[in-house]
């Protein structure tokens, strides 16, 4: 019997949302388990990390990761699924971009753990243990992962094939990107397994959207009944629509909700959050400066709402650190 | 995304010498930049000036890209408001300078690093005395010391 082809699916700094995408293929996942052989899958199916060490290299067609990296095992687990796959798979927001965890980048390590560990009212915590990397109790020792100070995109740690895109990805661009990967023809390493234009492009409200928008107030949703029909940034919404991907069959607009921007830039853009800026800003009414900032301020929070999903792939990565702050803060029990 | 370079080698604060990436209009800042130095003024070296066809060109991935590759500061001189050459370019430049000025805030980086200046072909003098001004409020506040994400991370953290 020939043998089937191998696949493997890891979690990192995610949700869970990535994984109920898979499933969420419905019986089209029976074909799925038909067509490949799932080696390794800890959200689902009993497999240990020692049987991925034990695999041959290259020995796995195709191996998705979703999440983040955030942790040193996390980066440990991404390398070696990197060594066993002839393929590696960014699969969702926080793979592709660093995701929603990726806004911890405006915060720093040391005030992370401070406030989960430390400050927060409901932390009942009287030693004022932080985590460590190495714990010793009755004689046992053990190894804990370590925290970085930043969280990263998966391929800002280890090199990546291919990338499906979406918070979660929808059933039909996971399948589709499935088929792409089973099938003879590879696209170019590096592509977006999505198609390359802006969202706009395949909104249901294109024919809405106004020759010359001209923004006076940005409003969020719970503040006006939000017609169904009309473009949402004519109604002064803030949909990232036009610096975003398509794919998603616009998905949050036909719910009636502005676009967040999960699926990222197309190939054509660097950086998401500052290309959504550069559009919005431009719509903006007004020449004086006063005028300018009374409607800008209408946006409460830039970097939360251009680089929701982008942050650590974004030009800057992160918010300015401190040199000072780099230091390993020292090792607690 | 991987192995971005690292333009700049440690230097100490009192070796330090800004290094700033001006974008100039072609029709009013650029000209003046010119006059200035056929008018044999002199002002701090510290500035490469880049030629774009209007400041609303000057897409705001320019400045961060500037910032991220090294640059301690970034300048950005167009005509003054009514006098656009396009008629609105620079009305966009300023509303897009509001927006990405709170998304520096929010990024720590400081205030002085971003300047926007409104400076005609005429105007020589104002580009001596605002270069010279940047350079100086840059200065006191030390070079910007990105510290990139990959480098921390492949060369300390993934011994795997």
């Known amino acids: ?333 | 995304m991987r192995n971005r370079e690292l333009t700049r080698p440690e230097k100490s604060q009192a070796t330090f010498e800004p290094r700033i990436v001006a974008f100039f209009c072609n029709w009013c800042t650029y000209l003046a930049a010119d006059l200035a130095g056929t008018s044999r003024m002199k002002y701090a070296p510290n500035v490469r000036v880049i030629r774009v066809m209007c400041s609303g060109r000057v897409d705001p991935q320019f400045v961060l890209d500037a910032f991220a590759h090294g640059a301690d500061g970034v300048f950005i001189g167009g005509c003054h408001p009514g006098d656009c050459h396009y008629q609105e370019g620079n009305y966009k430049t300023l509303r897009r300078f509001h927006l990405l000025k709170r998304v520096l805030q929010q990024m720590g980086i400081e205030d002085e690093r971003c300047r926007l200046e409104w400076i005609s072909a005429a105007e020589a003098d104002r580009v001596r005395s605002t270069i010279n001004d940047m350079v100086e409020k840059v200065r006191a506040l030390g070079p910007l010391d990105l510290i990139p994400t990959e480098e921390k991370v492949s060369a300390e953290e993934v011994a795997v």
Request: with cysteine.
């Open chain 1, 1 to 333: 019997m020939l043998e089937k082809p191998k696949v493997a699916f890891y979690w990192c700094a995610s949700c869970g949302g990535c994984e109920e995408a898979v499933v969420d293929l419905a019986e089209a996942i029976l074909d799925v388990v038909a067509a490949v052989d799932i080696v390794f899958w800890p959200v689902a199916l009993d497999f240990k990390r020692k049987d991925v060490e034990a695999m041959a290299d290259g020995s796995i067609l195709v191996s998705f990761v979703n999440g983040a990296i955030r942790t040193s095992e996390q980066a440990e687990m991404a390398n070696l699924l990197r060594s066993k796959s002839k393929l590696l798979v960014a699969l969702g927001s926080c793979s592709h971009l660093g995701g929603i965890p990726g806004l911890a980048n405006l915060f720093d390590r040391e005030s992370i753990l401070n406030a989960v560990y430390l400050e927060s009212p409901s932390t009942v915590n009287p030693e004022g243990s932080l985590p460590a990397t190495h714990h010793k109790d009755d004689g046992h020792s053990v190894e804990l992962p370590r925290f970085y100070n930043a969280v990263q995109a998966l391929n800002q740690v280890v090199e990546v094939d291919y990338y499906v895109p979406g918070c979660p990805p929808t059933p039909r661009i996971f399948r589709t990107a499935l088929q792409t990967l089973l099938g003879d023809e590879l696209p170019t390493k590096g592509t977006v397994l999505a198609p390359d234009h802006a969202l706009c492009d395949e909104c249901p409200r294109k024919d809405t959207k106004p020759e010359r928008l001209s923004i006076v107030e940005f409003k969020r949703p719970q503040q006006l009944l939000i017609d169904e029909q009309k473009c949402l940034l004519a109604q002064g919404l803030l949909c990232m629509g036009p610096a975003t991907r398509a794919g998603c069959e616009a998905l949050c607009v036909r719910g009636n909700m502005p676009c967040s921007g999960c699926c990222g830039p197309t190939s054509r853009v660097k950086d998401q959050g500052a290309k959504m800026l550069s559009s919005l800003a431009s719509l903006v009414e007004g020449k004086e400066e006063a005028e300018i900032d009374r409607i800008l301020a209408t946006i409460p929070d830039p970097v939360g709402t251009f680089y929701r999903y982008s942050l650590p792939a974004s030009l800057l990565h992160r918010k300015k650190l401190d040199r000072a702050s780099l230091h390993e803060p020292a090792a607690s029990k």
